[in-house]
Structure formats: C-alpha cells, structure tokens
C-alpha cells in the first residue's frame, strides 16, 4: 500500500514570497490533516479536512495560510506572505475516517524562510 | 489548553532496560494515541486506547489510561537502540480534534 505522498520535500524561500505544499493521501482516506512541526515541538494541527469539507482550522493563520481538498482527494497548502516564523516542517496526514482515527504521515516538507 | 504535559522530555537508558514515558491532560478525551518519530520512518503510530479502557499491550508496548488522574504512560520493554527517538501522546477531544504534545525524547544506548 503506498503511503502518504508530499513534495516538494525542501523549499527555501525569503520573506514575503508565497510557497505551496502539495499531499496525496493514502486511497481511500477520508480525513486529511495538516500539521505544522517547529523544531523541537510536537506537531500543531492546522486543518483537518473530512472529504472535501474543513472540520477544523482553528489554529490556521487564516490572513496568510490557506488549504484546499480537491475532489476530497489531493490537497494543497499555501502560505502567501510567508514570515521568518513560518520555518517549520509541514505534515500531512491521512486516516480513514469514520471513527477509525489512526494517522498515517508522509515525510513532510521542510520549509525555510530566509 | 487541551495539550498537556510529557514527562519527562528526554530519556537516556541502555540497550535491554524499560522505558516509561507519561503523558497528561486537562480536559476529557475520546481516545489517546501515541506516536514515535525518528528522522528514519518519520511519524509512525504505536497504539491507541480508547477512554474506556484502562490497559492496551502491543509487543513490547504497554500503555495505560486513568482518566480520573488525566493521564496516561507508555512503557517500552527490553528496550532496543531501533527504540530511540521522540514519543508523543496525542489527545482527541471533542469533536474529533486532535492535540500532540510536546512529546519525549528517548535514547537508547547500545
């Protein structure tokens, strides 16, 4: 079974440029979740997506980040403009949903704001 | 805040000895995960235990659940160098959301 997908795998960019993330989750995962992973935290969940539907992006710097499911399969992640504190890796999640909560990750993508 | 405390936040034993790690919370919870990360295999899960349960054993793995003291423990037996890496419990609450903390680091000495 192939795992969660995620690219690029490292992007360095300077601030106030914008950058976008790209997952495919595993098939037939329903719950997408986005996570934001500064060094030597554990991971934050920025948006979790049940299909194509956000169920949760409370903690999303929505004036600057932004998501989307296309077709409640691949998902896209955007921070436009970027700041020096938006340094992090970036995970994406899948799981299957429907009351089976076990998150698989992909690598995640290593951002770097100079 | 729902996230909670690790304990402790980094860990140092030899090769055959258990590890415990702890984990606690404030508010109540559905279920409790626990997950391994190390720059190999990335985030991987270990084992989830729901509210109502109070014991869960995975090979090596034995995590506890009292929801009357808010909190929860991870022991690894016969513990491996492969063993070494961070450990976080991750807490779901309402509404399906989900809180890591900010987890343990482990290191296992060959």
């Known amino acids: 079974e192939a795992g969660v997908a995620q690219s690029p795998r490292y992007k360095i960019i300077e601030k106030r440029q914008s950058v976008a993330f790209w997952c495919n989750p595993i098939?037939?995962?329903?719950?997408l979740y986005w996570y934001q992973q500064i060094l030597g935290q554990g991971p934050k969940l920025l948006i979790q997506?049940?299909?194509?539907?956000?169920?949760?992006d409370s903690q999303l710097p929505k004036d600057r980040f932004s998501a989307e499911r296309l077709k409640g399969v691949d998902s896209t992640l955007k921070i436009q403009p970027a700041k020096l504190e938006d340094s992090a890796v970036y995970l994406c999640?899948?799981?299957?949903?429907?009351?089976?909560?076990?998150?698989?990750f992909g690598p995640g993508t290593r951002l770097t704001v100079t | 805040s729902q996230q909670g405390e690790e304990d402790p936040q980094a860990l140092s034993i030899q090769e055959g000895e258990n590890a415990t790690m702890n984990c606690s919370y404030k508010?109540?919870?559905?279920?409790l995960q626990w997950y391994r990360q190390n720059s190999g295999r990335g985030l991987v899960h270990l084992i989830l235990i729901r509210s109502n349960e109070r014991e869960k054993h995975s090979g090596r793995l034995r995590v506890t659940l009292d929801t009357s003291k808010k909190s929860s423990s991870l022991l690894i037996t016969a513990s491996r160098a492969a063993d070494t890496a961070s450990y976080f419990c991750?807490?779901?609450?309402?509404?399906?959301?989900?809180?890591f903390g900010s987890g343990t680091k482990l290191n296992v000495k060959p």
């Open positions: 098939s037939g995962h329903a719950t």
């Open positions: 508010t109540s919870i559905n279920n």
């Open positions: 991750v807490k779901m609450g309402n509404f399906n959301k989900f809180y």
């Open positions: 997506f049940q299909n194509n539907g956000v169920v949760d």
């Open positions: 999640a899948s799981s299957l949903g429907d009351r089976v909560y076990e998150q698989y």
